[in-house]
């Protein structure tokens, strides 16, 4: 399969009808973002992250995220930034989270494990037992430099040999590496599995690289990508692809039903997208802080949705675990 063949601007233009309603199911996923500082500014990053931002949570709401963790008891922490190993307290945070039983999951860039004061990163993060979500746009250098800087790509695959060197992605080893693709450009992702054996024999074969599962996401027409497709005239038209493209059996496992994200803040929004364009748990107005939500159930409660929610359910849907459906 080529990665280049993905389904283009191809759908006839529709109105942009209002996304379904949708309500919350049990919380299963505690999502934070630790700020927007980062190494790299992707253009397609929807946080609009990068070595000048310093927008940074602070102790006293890394604090307040873990005594949330244990009563709302979700299986799963999330962390994402930006880079989030560049907060300093990201490694205490792992650590507690892991004392309480919780699953991590660390949003990692890969080229992080090579900047100055990170050496002991992998180690680190393999001792843990941290399951590793790594961008990877593509299995070749073009694709990946032109999406993510010159130079990206050599910097990835060096930091996949560092993790696969301490068993991460191996099968057996109980260390997970997932990789993360998203297209180039406004097109939707090619069908996951195909691509995935197609990643996996091309590392395989050129660089002797292995991982665990590759996860397809969509673009979201917001932030620094939404700005691009401006930019070019490409916006409608990609909004419409994206509506053109709904399936309305994906609602059921969008990750908005079973995550809330948490901002830099303390702020909870629906999801991370939702955080970025600055819309409040369930809609409501002046926002809803972490702190106001300990004795809380938030199952029944309504989701903020609007138009970049179709980039979670066109085609075979979008999330944080990859697609959605076959």
């Not at 299995?139 to 930091?159: C, L, M, P, T, W």
């Not at 060197?165 to 993360?180: A, F, K, N, Q």
Request: one cysteine or more.
């Amino acid at each position: 399969m080529n990665i280049l063949d993905e389904p283009g601007l191809t759908a006839a233009p529709r109105s942009t009808a209002a996304f379904p309603p949708l309500k919350r199911g049990a919380l299963t996923t505690l999502q934070v973002n630790l700020g927007y500082r980062c190494n790299q500014a992707c253009s397609h990053c929807h946080v609009d992250a990068g070595p000048l931002r310093t927008e940074m949570m602070s102790a006293a709401t890394l604090a307040l995220v873990l005594d949330y963790a244990r009563v709302a008891k979700p299986a799963v922490l999330d962390v994402t930034g930006g880079a989030p190993e560049l907060h300093p307290g990201f490694r205490d945070l792992v650590q507690q989270a892991r004392a309480l039983g919780l699953t991590v999951i660390d949003r990692c860039n890969l080229t992080i494990l090579g900047e100055p004061g990170q050496e002991t990163l992998a180690t680190f993060l393999a001792a843990e037992r941290v399951r590793v979500v790594a961008s990877l746009p593509c299995y070749g250098a073009e694709n990946v430099d032109a999406q993510r800087g010159h130079g990206v790509f050599v910097k990835s695959i060096e930091g996949l040999r560092q993790l696969n060197r301490l068993g991460y992605g191996v099968p057996g080893s109980g260390l997970e590496l997932d990789l993360v693709y998203n297209p180039v450009g406004p097109s939707l992702p090619p069908a996951q599995a195909p691509l995935e054996a197609t990643y996996r024999a091309r590392l395989a074969a050129d660089f002797g690289v292995c991982f665990s599962h590759l996860l397809t996401l969509a673009n979201m027409p917001i932030a620094r990508f939404r700005h691009a497709l401006e930019r070019d005239g490409r916006y409608d038209a990609y909004l419409q692809l994206l509506v053109g493209s709904h399936r309305d059996d994906n609602l059921d496992s969008v990750m908005c039903r079973s995550l809330i994200s948490i901002d830099w803040q303390g702020y909870v929004h629906d999801c991370d997208f939702n955080q970025m364009l600055g819309m409040p748990l369930a809609g409501r107005a002046g926002g809803v802080h972490l702190s106001s939500l300990m004795a809380t159930d938030l199952t029944g409660w309504p989701i903020a949705v609007a138009a970049h929610c179709y980039g979670c359910t066109a085609g075979q849907g979008s999330s944080c675990g990859g697609a959605l459906a076959a």
